[in-house]
Structure formats: C-alpha cells, structure tokens
C-alpha cells in the first residue's frame, strides 16, 4: 500500500477538500485495484462493473456509491487473489470498509456496505439456486463466512433498515466478475461522490 498504515490514509483523506478527496481515494483505488479479486477480474473492474450495475438498473446516488467501495476493505488490507490465503479466511472487509468510510459517508452508503456480506448468507439460505449460481471462490468464502443464517438472524436481517438496499448491493457484486466486460471508468464516479460529501458536510 503507498500509505505505511490505513490510520495514515485516513489522516491524509480528512485533510482534503471535496474535490482532492476524491483524486486521493480514486488513486489509491487505481493502484491497489490492480490486483486479481479471482481469475476473472481485477478488483478495480470488479469494483466498476458492481458499479456500474447499480447505476443502471437503480441510479440512487448513495446505492451506487456503495457498490463502488463495497470491497475497498480488500485493498486496505491488501487483500487479493496473490495471497495463499485469499478466501481462505475470513478477514471481516466488509466491516474494515464501512469502519474506514463512515467519517466521510453516510451511513446509507456504509450500512449497505457493512451488511452485503450477510445478504450473501441469506440469499443462499432463502434460495438455494442463489448459491448454485455463485462463483467458485464466492461458494467457498460463503462458508468461511459463516454459511447459511438461522431463522432468527434471517428475521433480525429483513427488519434491519438498510436490509433492502444490502441485497440488491450483493445481487450486482456477484454479477460483477465478468471477464473482459467494458464498463465506466472509475472517474465517471468523481462528481457523485463530491455531490455527496458536499449533502452531507
């Protein structure tokens, strides 16, 4: 990572304006992004075309910010397909992410963020064809994750407010991972994301 310590990201990200914000954010997503999230896809295209699917059938400007830096808690990490441990463990990026992004976003955007791991799990326990229709490496980090919820944690998940949100946020992360796809580039997402900070602040 060009930071020696995410804390000196973060340090670097709240002393910036709107505008030098984003430059420092897109950057680092660019270099870092370049590493492999499976066989398929770097994480940087896996990132823009889960983008660029909320973008398409959704729009709502928080819902496609979210699917932008759903697995940015990968490259805090460094975590990516060249590592021996890569979904072999469970690492919690989904709450790296949405801890690391909440002094800068709302919470609309690090909810749905924080939940789209356990929406995995509950789409898999509703259905099993959801799971069937998952990526090798998506199966076997389902079950490191956690695997299929109880009843009570499908009812505490429906009830949560961002719930709805979560799950239309996976559905587009596994039809992210499509080899050679053309999508937006990630500069397309800068005036979104100042628009944004600038609701907010």
Known sequence: ??????????????NSDNNEFVDLLFDFIK???KTNYDESVTQLQHSLQTASLARTEDGRRHIVIASLLHDIG??????????NDFLKKDLNHENIA?????????EEITESIRLHVVAKRYLCSI??????????ASKNSFKIQGGA??????????NNKYFKDAVRLR??????????????ELDT???MIVAERLAIY
């Not at 490259?75 to 990516?80: A, R, T, Y």
């Not at 949405?98 to 709302?106: C, E, G, H, I, Y």
């Not at 919820?149 to 429906?158: A, D, G, R, T, V």
């Not at 559905?171 to 937006?184: H, P, Y």
């Open 189 to 191: 997402y800068k005036e």
């Open 98 to 106: 949405s801890n690391f992004l909440k002094d800068f976003f709302s």
């Open 1 to 14: 990572m060009k930071y020696k310590t995410i804390k000196n990201f973060k340090n670097k990200l709240q």
């Open 171 to 184: 559905k587009w992360d596994d039809r992210g991972k499509v080899s050679l796809k053309e999508v937006e």
């Open 149 to 158: 919820l109880n009843k009570e944690e499908i009812n505490e998940l429906e």
């Open 74 to 83: 990968h490259l805090l990490i460094d975590e990516n397909d060249s590592k």
């Open 31 to 33: 270099e870092e992004g």
């Open 127 to 136: 259905d099993n064809s959801y799971y069937e229709s998952l990526s090798k």
